[in-house]
Each structure stands twice: as C-alpha cells, then as structure tokens.
T-cell receptor, first 116, second 115 residues
Framework: AQTVTQSQPEMSVQEAETVTLSCTYD???????LFWYKQPPSRQMILVIR??????QNATENRFSVNFQKAAKSFSLKISDSQLGDTAMYFC?????????????FGKGTHLIIQP | DAGVTQSPTHLIKTRGQQVTLRCSPK?????VSWYQQALGQGPQFIFQ???????QRGNFPDRFSGHQFPNYSSELNVNALLLGDSALYLC??????????????FGPGTRLTVL
C-alpha cells in the first residue's frame, strides 16, 4: 500500500510571494500519478496539477508548478505570485496508474494562508 | 453544466442509526468514488462504483455499503453508526472507470454528525 506524507500542517505567506508545499510518498509501484488538490473553505475539492511518474518533465499549470524527484519520492508544489484566492487546504495525492479502481490516496494536507 | 451534486448538505444522526447519502455525477461521467474526510485529515477512499458494481474497496468495514443506479448516480449507506463515523463524506465522479488520466471531480460533500 502507498502512503503520502505532508509535513507542513500550515504555512502563511504574503500576497505575491512564492511558496512551496512539500510532499513525500512511498510506493512499490513504478507506474503511478501524483496530484495536488486544493480545497477552499467552501469545501469543494478541485484538481490543481497532475504529474505522470514516467514523465521526467515537471508539470506546470500557469502559476502552479511541481518539482518531481522520483528517486527521492518527493513531489512539491510551487505557487508563484500567490493570490488571496490561493488560501485553502492543499492535498497531495497518489493514484496507481494500473487502474483507477483503487481511488486516490491523500496526505493530511497543508493549510496555506495568503496574507494581504 | 451541473457539476457533482450531493445531498443532503448536513445530517445529524444518533449512534446505532442508519444513514443514506446521495451523489449525482457530473454530466457525461459514469464512475463514482466515495471518500470519508475526518476533521483535520485528508480524504480516505471508501469504494468506487462503475457499471453498477463495486469495483474496489478501501479499508472500511461492511457497515459501509453502496449502490449505483442506471443513471450513474450513487448512494452510500452506513449502518449501525458510530461516533467515529462523524466526517465529511465526499463523492467524486470521473469517466471510464476512474482512470488516472481522467480528472476526478468532487462534490461539496455531506457533513455527517453522529451524536
């Protein structure tokens, strides 16, 4: 079974700063996907970014990018030019690419607060 | 285009009772996954329904059961409620059996409180 660990329960930065959220995972699988999900105070979880393990190039979505280190089993999220609307819980998640039936395995989350 | 909807929004039950939560997937989706999110924790996978069958189950007891209807909507049933079942229950929909390449869309959740 895989595990996902997020070691930062809470982080706070000023608006427009860059912030990096950490995530490590453990798995014996070689083919998998990693995700960052955002859960704003309204509760609806939305996908921020997805990384395929077999791709060496780090995924990027506008202000969001990841640093994927497969050998170290590390998957951090960088948010550039942070905005007040980025305030939310951020969850790192894992899914085995052999099929989605096993669902997502989530970490405990990091509460990110963007200060004005 | 309606996203994933869940009902009810909030629910209060007492220990030993039974509860049914409902989920309607996003239009075009045929796969529904259920997650339990305890306070201060990440969501935990309960099970997934595809083609009206439970495909896989997480580490949850048989008190948790579900159903998927021909229109792809789904129900989560929890019997003999325990205090520890108090949580936010999230439904996520996707297509093609929930492939990792397909985005899972989450509903707003049902907050269950067991007294």
């Amino acid at each position: 079974a895989q595990t996902v660990t997020q070691s930062q329960p809470e982080m706070s930065v000023q608006e427009a700063e860059t912030v990096t959220l950490s995530c490590t995972y453990d798995t014996s699988e070689s083919n998998y996907y990693l995700f960052w999900y955002k859960q704003p105070p309204s509760r609806q979880m939305i996908l921020v970014i997805r990384q395929e393990a077999y791709k060496q190039q780090n995924a990027t979505e506008n202000r969001f990018s990841v640093n994927f280190q497969k050998a170290a089993k590390s998957f951090s999220l960088k948010i550039s030019d942070s905005q007040l609307g980025d305030t939310a819980m951020y969850f790192c998640a894992f899914m085995y690419s052999g099929g989605g039936a096993d669902g997502l395995t989530f970490g405990k989350g990091t509460h990110l607060i963007i200060q004005p | 285009d309606a996203g994933v909807t869940q009902s009810p929004t909030h629910l209060i039950k007492t220990r030993g009772q039974q509860v049914t939560l409902r989920c309607s997937p996003k239009s075009g989706h045929d796969t529904v996954s259920w997650y339990q999110q305890a306070l201060g924790q990440g969501p935990q996978f309960i099970f997934q329904y595809y083609e009206e069958e439970e495909r896989q189950r997480g580490n949850f007891p048989d008190r948790f059961s579900g159903h998927q209807f021909p229109n792809y909507s789904s129900e989560l049933n929890v019997n003999a409620l325990l205090l520890g079942d108090s949580a936010l229950y999230l439904c996520a929909s996707s297509s093609r059996g929930g492939q990792a390449t397909d985005t899972q869309y989450f509903g707003p959740g049902t907050r269950l409180t067991v007294l």
